[in-house]
C-alpha cells in the first residue's frame, strides 16, 4: 500500500462525523503501517475485520484492541480558546486544519477501559496539565519507560503489556514514527510550546501569538511524520 501524505480524512467521513471511527482509508493506513516486526522481532499484525473492533491483534503477545486518535490538536474548537482563536479569520482556520487531517496527524493506542478507568485517548484529553497535547503526552511515555512520574504515569501502567512490546522508548518512537518530535542528539522531545521539565497547569497557549507558535509547530511534525509515512510505504 502506498500512503497518500495529502489525504485529507473528512473526504470519506460522513459530515460531523469524526475520522477516527468512520474513515475507512483512516483505518486501512493505520493497519498497514503498524503491522509490522516489533523490536523481538515477532510481527505485529493487525486486522480491521474482527466485528466491533477498530483493530485487533491477538496471539502469544496478547490480545490488544486498538483505536486511532488525532494527536495534532488544533483547538480551533475549543471553548476555551475561544478568544484567541476568534481573532482568525474562517480562511485561515481552514488553512489550519486541513494538513491536520492528514496521516501524520495521528496514531493508535489501547482501545479497551482497564480497571473501569479511562483509556489513554481519554486521560490525556481529561488531564489539566496535558489537555490533549501530543508532545506532553510523549513526555509522559518517555518518563514511564524510565520509571518517572508524569501526569499519565497511572493510565500507561494500566496498559503495561502494550508499551513491553516496543522495549524501550526509543523503540517505541521507532514504531510509530515519530522521530520529528525528538532532538536527534539529546533525545528530548521538541515540545510545541516551551517546557522546563515541570508540566505547567495550564498547558494551553494563552495569546494568538503563543497560539500561532503552538500550532506552527504542530503542523510542521504532522508534515515531516507524513513524509516519513510516505516513504516508509515505498519500501
Known amino acids: 500500500m502506498l500512503i497518500d501524505k495529502a489525504f485529507d480524512f473528512r473526504l470519506d467521513t460522513p459530515a460531523n462525523k469524526d475520522p477516527d471511527k468512520y474513515s475507512a ?10 503491522s509490522k516486526a516489533l523490536p523481538s522481532g515477532q510481527l505485529f499484525g493487525l486486522t480491521s475485520s474482527v466485528s466491533g473492533e477498530y483493530l485487533f491483534h491477538e496471539s502469544n503477545l496478547g490480545e490488544f484492541s486498538l483505536s486511532s486518535d488525532a494527536i495534532t490538536n488544533s483547538f480551533i474548537f475549543s471553548k476555551r480558546l475561544r478568544q484567541i482563536i476568534d481573532q482568525i479569520s474562517a480562511f485561515e482556520k481552514e488553512e ?4 491536520l487531517y492528514n496521516i501524520g496527524g495521528f496514531i493508535i493506542f489501547p482501545a479497551r477501559k482497564r480497571q473501569n478507568k479511562m483509556t489513554i485517548n481519554g486521560a490525556r484529553g481529561f488531564s489539566a496539565k496535558i489537555e490533549d497535547r501530543f508532545d506532553l503526552t510523549l513526555e ?4 514511564y519507560y524510565v520509571s518517572k512520574e508524569s501526569p499519565l504515569y497511572e493510565v500507561l501502567n494500566r496498559y503495561d503489556d502494550f508499551f513491553s512490546l516496543f522495549e524501550n522508548f526509543e523503540n517505541y518512537v521507532k514504531f510509530f514514527l ?5 532532538e536527534t542528539r539529546s533525545g528530548v522531545i521538541k515540545f510545541f510550546l516551551p517546557f522546563d521539565d515541570s508540566f505547567p497547569t495550564r498547558p494551553l497557549p494563552t495569546t494568538l501569538e503563543e497560539y500561532r507558535i503552538y500550532i506552527s509547530n504542530v503542523a510542521v511534525f504532522s508534515e515531516l511524520r507524513g513524509e516519513r509515512m510516505e516513504r516508509y510505504s515505498r519500501l
Do not use: G
Request: glycine fraction near 0%.
Open 25 to 34: 482509508t483512516l483505518r486501512s493506513y493505520h493497519e498497514f503501517l503498524w
Open 96 to 99: 489550519i486544519l486541513e494538513p
Open 140 to 143: 509522559c511515555i518517555r518518563r
Open 178 to 182: 515519530l522521530e520529528d518530535l525528538i
